[in-house]
Structure formats: structure tokens, C-alpha cells
């Protein structure tokens, strides 16, 4: 035995201590992807460098050859096992449970069944003879044809698993980028020692567990200190994925002639194929009679599927890869045969509403007014309230074609004169409102404004308040605060009721919640369409607040 450990085997124990703290470190994330192959990886690592270590010092040859039996064993799996992780930390399990991948780690097998063969017929190596140096048991021999080929075996392993792990990692910028740099540099010290060891450079000592410790050293600093296995590229590459192939939505990647690359399962079931039978033909082939242009832009198409027919919009985005190469287009097909049907539903409706209510109404107001004049008494009263109510109707009527063309309303901002504005206003309501409203603003204000939306929303504001109190006056304000334009509109009425305001606050109305009409509805989308802040204060009367945005005010 010796009495003084020399350096070699100081270094290969150093590796398999520095291994073990490194496998202690990770415990916590030993069940994220890939980490179980990362776990045999640094296991057999561990094995190899403290075997090797005692081995080295060893003065009894038939040790010393077992221990050469486990390294070259040991190297066959570590390149087996370094791929697997790469392959399952970077997201892609599914190869690694592959029977074809799986089948592979008839490598390792193989190189491990010829290292215990050569002990005693020259497979991998031949002419073995153990040579003292640097104070340690080596072991001198010739590398044969098939030794050369398992450790080129193994060094591929290695070498596609860390172009894996450098890829991925440094495509997450600069969030990653020194660890990046330290997965990239740690296959390299112990690279670098098994090609010594291959080529017969230097001293018959192979230093491939020795040089593992700088390798666990930059990897201790990528997936401890840098916590890489906190944040995980496979859930990046698995979600990457599964927004196009889980999404319910119709998708087609093409490339830049239009031609099919890949369908999404909900490509594939919405038109009828699949995209081994689709892929390179054109996309409109699948769309039987549609004719669809990719050219980056969107259009709407009509398309006959097993649901009858479907009408989609499309929308289409350029694919590029990072050097700016255009490779092709993501197609998205967004169904919208619902929303054409309820729209044309809607049209039907409002020509309704437009039409033969109001033509009927109106007859019904005219012989309401005449009978309210023929008659006498009760009669009459009954008459006048059949006016009254034909008249809300009509009115309601006009308010809902209003809120129609409010909602498509696309009119430009134009700059108003605030004064002369509320004032036309007020005067298109009538002598009732031109008597009761007074008009406060100061002298030049002006307002970039969309004018038809705030025409809208002010004339609004003003009957309501003119219908609602019993003869008290309306005063309609506007002033400027801190740029933005403030419009308030306070009469001395009996104020809004708390239910209508409560529909307005919830948004929605219901059988047993609702409000008397559609005006404070018509007022709150106006102001929503505006982008300004409506507030309502209910105490001696109703004060009703606009507050236009900053930028809308001159």
C-alpha cells in the first residue's frame, strides 16, 4: 500500500466528491425532465473517478485491469446517459422513450461486453502492460480499430448532447447566456483527457477523472448557481408546441409559395385530411372551391366542411428564422360562421325595428292624438297615456339605431369649439331645453373630440336631465383639469335611482334588474367608446361627470 497519495489520485477523488455535492445540490429537482439521466450521468461519473482513484494506487495488477474495465465501461455510459439528459431537459422526451432511441443503448452494452472480453482477448486494446508513473499504477497498451470506434461512439453522444444544451440554453438570451457559455465548455476538460488517453499522448495515465472536476465545477455554476433547472427549457419547447397543436383553432404552417408544411389536429379535423396526405400541396387544395392568397395578409373565406359550410378569417404571420430569412407563413383559420349568422340576424332585427315598429307606432301615436282630442275625460286621459307610451317607444327605438351606429362608428377626431358646441346642442332639443339649460365654459376652450360620439353622449345627458326633474334648471359646465377636459351636466331633480345605476355599475341587466331604458346605457357606451370617465353623484339632484382624456384635450 502507499503511504503518500499522489496527485493523479487526488484529482479523480476530488471529481468524485465534487460529483457527489453536485447530485446533493440537484435532490430538490431530481423529478424535472431529464434529471433522472442527469442523475446517472453524475452517478457514474462518481464511480468511475473514485474507482479509478483507488485503482491508480493499487500495487495488485488484476485490480489495476478491473479498474481499466470500469473506465472504459464507464465512459460507454456516460455518453448514453449525457444524451438522454439533453434530449429530456431540452423537451424532447418523447425520443428518448422511442423504441428506435432506446434501442441505441446497445452501444454502451456493447462497448461495456468488449471491455470485459479484452481482459482476455485483444478487442479494444491489445499489449497491456501496467507502468508506474507519477507515483501511480498506469497501464500502457494499443488502442485497437474497435477501441477507437466505441470511444468516437461515445465522444458523438457527448458532442450532440451538449450542441443541444448550448442551443437551447443561449436561446433564451441573455437570461442565460454564462451559464450558456459554462454547458458549452464542460464536455472539454474530460474530452480533452480521453482523446490523450485514445491517442497515447504523454504518460500511460488516462486523466479523463481527473479533468471531471472542472467539468462539475461549470456545471455546478450553470444548474445550481445559475438555477437551470428552476426554469425549465422543456416547458418552453412543450408549450411552443402545444399552442399550435392544442389550440382548437385551425393552424397551417406553409411555406412561401403556399405550399403545406404541417396541419394542427384542428386543421386536420375541420378540413378533412391529414398532414402526411397534405403536406407540399397547395393550401387552397384542401379548401375545396375557396381560393385562399398567402401573401402575409388576411381575408375572409367561406369553406365547405362536413359542418356544412364555415366561414373563417384568416390571419396570417410571417415566419422568419433569426437571420431574418423569410421561410414561409403561419395561417390561422379563426371561425366565424357564428358571429356572420348573428350578425345577420341582428340586420334582419334592426330593419324590423326600424321599419314596421316605427311605421306601426307612429300610426298608433297619430290615432292616440286624435282620439286624445275628440274625446273628453277619462277617455281622454286613457288616449293621452297611449300617446305617452307610443311616444317612450319611439323614442327607445331611435335610441337603440343610435347605439347601432355608435357601435361601428369610425368617424375621425376633429378639434370643436366647446362653447358654441354644448350651445348647438342644447338647441337641437328644443324651447324647453334652450329656457331651463344654462351653458358654463370658459372662452376658447377646444377639444380634439370625436364629434358625432359626443353629440351623442351630450344630448343625452341633457335630456335626461330636462325629462326627469319637474321644471328645475340644468346646468351643463366644462373645464380643464390638468389638461383633460371635465363635463358636467347637474340638474335639481329627484336623481337617477339606485337600481338603473346599479345595472349600469354590474354591466349587465336581468329579469329582476333592469333599467326603465336604454339612455343611461347609450351615455356609459358613448363615454366608453370615447375613452373618458363617467361618474354619477345622486344626493339634492343628479350630477353627472365626464372626464375626457388628456390627449383629447387642446
Not at 442527469?38 to 450521468?41: C, G, H
Not at 457527448?158 to 442565460?176: H, Q
Not at 359550410?309 to 415566419?319: D, G, P, Y
Not at 369649439?417 to 332639443?429: C, H, K, N, P, Y
Given at each position: 500500500m502507499?503511504?503518500?497519495?499522489p496527485?493523479?489520485?487526488v484529482?479523480a477523488l476530488?471529481?468524485?466528491v465534487g460529483?457527489?455535492?453536485?447530485?446533493a445540490?440537484l435532490?430538490p429537482?431530481?423529478?424535472?425532465?431529464?434529471?433522472r439521466w442527469?442523475?446517472?450521468?453524475i452517478?457514474?461519473i462518481?464511480?468511475?473517478?473514485?474507482?479509478?482513484?483507488?485503482?491508480?494506487?493499487?500495487?495488485?495488477p488484476p485490480?489495476?485491469?478491473?479498474?481499466?474495465?470500469l473506465?472504459?465501461?464507464?465512459?460507454g455510459?456516460i455518453?448514453f446517459?449525457?444524451?438522454?439528459f439533453?434530449l429530456?431537459?431540452t423537451?424532447r422526451?418523447g425520443i428518448?422513450?422511442?423504441?428506435?432511441?432506446?434501442?441505441?443503448?446497445?452501444?454502451?452494452l456493447?462497448?461495456?461486453?468488449l471491455?470485459i472480453a479484452?481482459?482476455?482477448t485483444?478487442?479494444?486494446?491489445?499489449?497491456?502492460?501496467?507502468?508506474r508513473?507519477?507515483?501511480?499504477?498506469g497501464a500502457?497498451?494499443?488502442f485497437?480499430p474497435?477501441?477507437?470506434v466505441s470511444?468516437l461512439?461515445?465522444m458523438?453522444f457527448?458532442?450532440?448532447?451538449?450542441?443541444?444544451?448550448?442551443?437551447?440554453?443561449?436561446?433564451?438570451?441573455?437570461?442565460?447566456r454564462?451559464e450558456?457559455?459554462?454547458?458549452g465548455?464542460?464536455?472539454?476538460?474530460?474530452g480533452?483527457?480521453a482523446?490523450?488517453?485514445?491517442?497515447?499522448?504523454?504518460?500511460?495515465?488516462?486523466l479523463?477523472?481527473v479533468?471531471?472536476?472542472p467539468?462539475?465545477?461549470?456545471?455546478?455554476?450553470?444548474?445550481?448557481?445559475?438555477?437551470?433547472?428552476?426554469?425549465?427549457?422543456?416547458?418552453?419547447r412543450?408549450g411552443?408546441?402545444?399552442?399550435?397543436?392544442?389550440?382548437g383553432?385551425?393552424v397551417?404552417?406553409?411555406?412561401v409559395e403556399?405550399?403545406i408544411v404541417?396541419?394542427?389536429?384542428?386543421a386536420e379535423?375541420?378540413f378533412g385530411?391529414?398532414?402526411?396526405?397534405?403536406?407540399?400541396?397547395?393550401?387552397?387544395?384542401?379548401?375545396?372551391?375557396e381560393?385562399i392568397t398567402v401573401n402575409g395578409e388576411?381575408?375572409r373565406?367561406?369553406?365547405?366542411?362536413?359542418?356544412q359550410?364555415?366561414?373563417?378569417?384568416?390571419?396570417?404571420?410571417?415566419?422568419r428564422?433569426?437571420?431574418?430569412?423569410?421561410l414561409g407563413?403561419?395561417?390561422?383559420?379563426q371561425?366565424?360562421?357564428?358571429?356572420?349568422?348573428r350578425?345577420r340576424?341582428?340586420e334582419?332585427?334592426?330593419?324590423f325595428l326600424?321599419h314596421n315598429?316605427?311605421?306601426?307606432s307612429?300610426v298608433?301615436?297619430?290615432r292616440a292624438?286624435?282620439l286624445a282630442e275628440?274625446?273628453?275625460?277619462q277617455?281622454?286621459a286613457?288616449?293621452?297615456t297611449?300617446?305617452?307610451?307610443?311616444?317612450?317607444?319611439?323614442?327607445?327605438?331611435?335610441?337603440?339605431?343610435?347605439?347601432?351606429?355608435v357601435?361601428?362608428?369610425g368617424?375621425?377626431?376633429e378639434?370643436v369649439?366647446?362653447?358654441?358646441?354644448?350651445?348647438?346642442?342644447?338647441?337641437?332639443?328644443g324651447p324647453?331645453?334652450?329656457?331651463?339649460?344654462?351653458?358654463?365654459v370658459p372662452d376658447?376652450l377646444?377639444l380634439?373630440t370625436q364629434?358625432?360620439?359626443?353629440?351623442v353622449?351630450?344630448?343625452?345627458?341633457?335630456?335626461?336631465?330636462?325629462?326627469?326633474t319637474d321644471?328645475?334648471?340644468?346646468t351643463?359646465?366644462?373645464t380643464?383639469?390638468?389638461?383633460?377636459?371635465?363635463?358636467?351636466v347637474?340638474d335639481?331633480g329627484?336623481?337617477i335611482?339606485?337600481h338603473?345605476?346599479a345595472?349600469l355599475d354590474?354591466?349587465?341587466?336581468?329579469d329582476?334588474?333592469?333599467?326603465?331604458g336604454?339612455?343611461?346605457?347609450l351615455?356609459?357606451?358613448?363615454?366608453?367608446?370615447?375613452?373618458?370617465e363617467?361618474a354619477f353623484?345622486?344626493?339634492?339632484?343628479?350630477?353627472?361627470t365626464?372626464?375626457?382624456?388628456?390627449?383629447?384635450a387642446?
Open positions: 502507499v503511504t503518500d497519495i496527485w493523479p489520485a484529482g476530488a471529481s468524485g460529483s457527489l455535492y453536485l447530485l445540490r435532490r429537482h431530481w423529478e424535472q425532465p431529464g434529471a442527469f442523475v446517472a450521468t452517478a457514474t462518481t464511480v468511475w473517478s473514485v474507482g479509478y482513484a483507488v485503482g491508480i494506487v493499487a500495487v495488485s485490480f489495476r485491469v478491473a479498474v481499466e474495465v473506465s472504459w465501461m464507464a465512459a455510459w455518453g446517459f449525457f444524451l438522454s439533453a429530456g431537459y423537451g422526451t428518448v422513450e422511442s423504441w428506435w432511441y432506446r434501442a441505441s443503448a446497445v452501444v454502451p456493447t462497448i461495456s461486453l471491455a479484452s481482459t482476455q485483444p478487442l479494444l486494446w491489445g499489449g497491456y502492460e501496467p507502468v508513473v507519477w507515483g501511480v499504477l500502457a497498451y494499443t485497437l474497435l477501441g477507437y470511444i461512439g461515445v458523438l457527448v458532442s450532440i448532447g451538449t450542441v443541444l444544451l448550448f442551443d437551447t440554453v443561449i436561446s433564451y438570451g441573455p437570461l442565460y454564462r450558456a457559455i459554462a454547458v465548455l464542460s464536455p472539454l476538460p474530460p480533452v483527457g482523446l490523450l488517453w485514445a491517442l497515447g499522448l504523454g504518460p500511460p495515465v488516462n479523463t477523472p479533468l471531471f472536476l467539468h462539475i465545477v461549470l456545471d455546478a455554476y450553470a444548474f445550481v448557481g445559475g438555477g437551470m433547472f428552476e426554469f425549465h427549457p422543456a416547458t418552453r412543450i411552443e408546441r402545444a399552442a399550435i397543436d392544442d389550440i383553432t385551425p397551417a404552417i406553409v411555406d403556399g405550399r404541417t396541419l394542427n389536429p384542428a379535423a375541420t385530411v391529414d398532414t402526411e396526405s397534405a403536406l407540399t400541396r397547395p393550401l387552397s387544395a384542401i379548401l375545396g372551391d381560393r388576411g381575408e373565406i367561406g369553406v365547405e366542411t362536413d359542418r359550410r364555415q366561414e373563417f378569417k384568416t390571419q396570417q404571420t410571417e415566419l428564422d433569426e437571420a431574418g430569412t423569410h407563413y403561419t395561417v390561422l383559420f371561425d366565424i360562421t357564428d358571429e356572420i349568422r350578425e340576424r341582428l334582419v332585427l334592426n330593419r326600424r315598429v316605427r311605421n306601426e307612429v298608433i301615436r297619430g292624438e286624435l275628440t274625446l273628453d275625460g277617455e281622454a286613457h288616449a293621452q297611449i300617446e305617452a307610451a307610443v311616444g317612450r317607444l319611439v323614442d327607445s327605438g331611435e335610441k337603440a339605431r343610435t347605439l347601432s351606429e357601435s361601428t362608428s368617424d375621425a377626431f378639434t369649439d366647446v362653447v358654441s358646441f354644448l350651445a348647438g346642442v342644447v338647441d337641437a332639443l324647453e331645453a334652450g329656457e331651463r339649460v344654462t351653458v358654463s376658447g377646444e380634439s364629434p358625432v360620439l359626443l353629440e353622449l351630450v344630448e343625452n345627458l341633457v335630456e335626461n336631465a330636462v325629462e326627469h321644471g328645475s334648471d340644468v351643463v359646465s366644462a380643464v383639469d390638468e389638461g383633460a377636459v371635465v363635463l358636467t347637474v335639481g329627484p336623481g335611482p339606485d338603473e345605476l345595472v354590474s354591466g349587465q341587466e336581468t329582476l334588474n333592469h333599467g326603465s336604454i339612455g343611461l346605457w351615455i356609459r357606451w358613448v363615454a366608453t367608446t370615447l375613452g373618458a363617467l353623484e345622486v344626493e339634492s339632484g343628479t350630477s353627472v365626464v372626464r375626457l382624456p388628456d390627449e383629447r387642446e
